[in-house]
């Protein structure tokens, strides 16, 4: 078994764990032990999915593809300098030099995991806590639940039908507004199969935002792309043909 890491969880993760504020300043903890717990933190994890071998992704920390889409959603624009932990660039630089992190280029650790989990197929084991890349067919770990699951390719498709209706405030990604979590899991279980799925998410954009159904196809097309994780090296989201 093959460890696919989220090597952007584990920089957030334990980059803010290992920071604390004194006399008004954040202050780092001291780098060995820092550097200690990200190495326990990967043996737990190879421990726990008994994975023999691994690899860590982190994103390209500058450049992202999505940002050619954003045509009326300002993507990851509540983020800021100051929403990462102190010791962001010197996690990363351990990761890279000690684990041989393999860093994207214009694209997201997501991505990353995606295209090489299609890859690998059922030898691999995607290990993050990001519930985005539940949409990503094959087998997955959360290292905070100690859970794990298995997604085919009709529970991807709804899943990402899931991101589609409610956004990702995380990422200022607005969706359907006041739908959250259990009314959209609700919505996509109604179509067995999702035929019809598609149809009900342009519906609900147009009574949300009170516009016409070319504009929230428009609209639809931009949110799915900025959401959407590579599962092919460079293949985006679009809406199919019919539409």
């Avoid at 630089?93 to 650790?109: C, P, Q, R, S, T």
Wanted: charged share 25%; net charge neutral; proline share 5%.
């Amino acid at each position: 078994m093959i460890a696919l890491i989220d090597g952007d969880i584990l920089v957030y993760r334990i980059g803010f764990a290992a920071q604390q504020e004194v006399f008004g300043q954040l202050v780092p903890d001291p780098l060995p032990i820092v550097y200690h717990t990200m190495d326990k933190y990967i043996d737990m994890i190879l421990d726990e999915t008994t994975a023999a071998t691994y690899s860590i992704f982190l994103s390209d920390p500058v450049n992202n593809y999505r940002k050619k889409f954003c045509k009326t959603i300002d993507y990851k624009g509540n983020r800021t300098p100051q929403g990462r932990p102190i010791l962001y660039d010197t996690l990363r630089e351990y990761l890279i030099k000690e684990y041989n992190a393999i860093v994207g280029k214009n694209v997201e650790a997501d991505d990353l995991l995606g295209i090489e989990s299609q890859i690998l197929g059922p030898i691999c084991l995607i290990c993050s806590i990001d519930k985005d890349l539940l949409m990503i067919p094959g087998r997955h770990y959360n290292f905070v639940k100690k859970e794990f699951v298995t997604i085919n390719k009709q529970s991807g498709y709804k899943n990402f039908m899931k991101q589609l209706l409610m956004g990702d405030r995380v990422d200022n990604i607005p969706g359907i507004k006041g739908l959250g979590p259990k009314t959209a899991a609700k919505l996509v279980h109604k179509f067995q199969p999702h035929d019809g799925l598609l149809h009900d998410v342009i519906r609900r954009y147009k009574h949300c935002y009170n516009i016409s159904t070319l504009d929230a196809l428009k609209l639809i097309q931009e949110t799915g792309r900025l959401l959407w994780i590579q599962q092919d090296e460079g293949v985006i989201w679009d809406l199919p043909e019919r539409y």
